[in-house]
């Protein structure tokens, strides 16, 4: 099975921008459709963005569309999150997630689809 530490949280002023990485242990990610969450305080955890495991086709929450960029890079075995122009609602703890793909393009986005979770980078953004 796989494992995934996220690094790369922390303070950053709106409108800045910050990128959070994933990094795979165990096995590669090259088979593995992954995505990142996030939950914030008093709140369920909600979907950020998702990535096939051949990495053409994304998808994004309506509130990052446009500001937030997934990507993978199979050959180092990490996932990420570029996160640009964050807002103080972005504030969250952020997952990141993994799961096998049986269909080259297909995307989850769904938490209940995802088998291996890190443990989670906080974020937080100031006003």
């Known amino acids: 099975q796989v494992q995934v530490v996220e690094s790369g949280g922390g303070l950053v002023q709106a409108g800045g921008s910050l990128r959070l990485s994933c990094a795979a242990s165990?096995?590669?990610?090259?088979?593995?459709?992954m995505g990142w969450f996030r939950q914030a305080p008093g709140k369920e955890r909600e979907f950020v963005a998702c990535?096939?495991?051949?990495?053409?086709?994304?998808d994004y929450a309506d509130s990052v569309n446009g500001r937030f960029t997934i990507s993978r890079d199979n050959v180092k075995n990490t996932l990420y999150l570029q996160m640009n122009s964050p807002n103080p609602e972005d504030t969250a703890v952020y997952y990141c997630?993994?799961?096998?793909?049986?269909?080259?393009?297909?995307?989850?986005?769904?938490?209940?689809?995802?088998?291996?979770w890190g443990q989670g980078t906080q974020v937080t953004v100031s006003s």
């Open positions: 997630a993994a799961t096998q793909g049986r269909y080259r393009s297909k995307l989850f986005r769904r938490p209940d689809e995802y088998a291996y």
């Open positions: 990535i096939s495991w051949s990495g053409d086709s994304t």
């Open positions: 165990g096995r590669t990610i090259s088979s593995y459709a």
